[in-house]
């Protein structure tokens, strides 16, 4: 957890809790066509519902997905991450998988499921990893979209007796025309079990894609989490770096996050 400065010190007991609620995963896309599509990412941050994951500094992203003509679908998709916020974590990666179709009326619907892993990392104070696994429900219509994620595991980002966590996540890709797409989102987090509640949070994003020939996408996007209470104000794992300083950080700041993307 984190510390913005040490004159408004948490108490220890929630200074030394890891920050919850930030499950990650691709932007919503429409669905893939048939096939195999890889794609690389460099971004300015790695941001998160909201939460940035990347301790400020830069990210080096990528994934590849396959589409089956009959509407399923496999994927993975990784990050690198900060084991400044992540306890000895410094990369992120997700494997899905799942259905998505659409009606006669034009409505876009999907179910998948997700599994987030982070090699290494573990939250020593109570020995639990950070890897958790969602279940998700999404539909579409025109340029809207909702998606709900529920968590399956009884841990969720490391934080234990929290299955039943959810995430709803409602938004717009506006076609803006000239390849730009106006991006909108809002979300809504809440962790499951006694006394997790604490961890609630509201997320927004705004943002511009422009979309360029050979595969490449450049995204302009402003984004800020909106907790429910002061929990993540101060957030720092109590670790000193290599020069013996206990690193804290704000990741729930409003953040202009700029990314460039290359599909094949």
Request: glycine share 12%; no cysteine.
């Amino acid at each position: 957890m984190r510390i913005d400065s040490f004159a408004s010190l948490v108490p220890l007991s929630l200074a030394l809790l890891p920050l919850t609620a930030l499950a990650a995963e691709p932007e919503p896309a429409p669905p893939a066509p048939p096939g195999v599509a890889v794609n690389v990412t460099l971004a300015s941050q790695y941001i998160s519902r909201g939460f940035r994951q990347g301790w400020g500094k830069p990210a080096l992203q990528g994934g590849a997905d396959y589409a089956h003509p009959s509407g399923w679908s496999v994927g993975t998709w990784m990050s690198t991450v900060s084991n400044r916020f992540i306890e000895n974590g410094t990369l992120e990666a997700d494997l899905y998988g799942g259905y998505s179709g659409s009606t006669a009326g034009g409505i876009g619907y999907s179910a998948l499921v997700y599994y987030y892993v982070y090699p290494g990392a573990e939250y020593k104070a109570t020995a639990t990893t950070y890897n958790y696994g969602e279940l998700s429900f999404g539909t579409t219509w025109k340029a809207f979209y909702a998606k709900y994620n529920y968590t399956y595991t009884p841990e969720f980002f490391g934080i234990t007796n929290a299955r039943g966590t959810g995430y709803l996540d409602i938004g717009a890709n506006i076609d803006l025309g000239s390849g730009m797409t106006l991006l909108l989102h809002a979300g809504n987090g809440r962790v499951a079990g006694t006394g997790n509640n604490v961890w609630n949070w509201n997320d927004a994003k705004i943002g511009i894609s422009k979309a360029y020939t050979g595969g490449w996408t450049a995204i302009a996007a402003l984004t800020k989490a909106f907790p429910k209470t002061d929990i993540y104000d101060n957030y720092t794992l109590g670790i000193p770096n290599s020069n013996g300083v206990i690193e804290s950080s704000n990741p729930g700041k409003a953040t202009l996050v700029l990314s460039i993307t290359k599909t094949f």
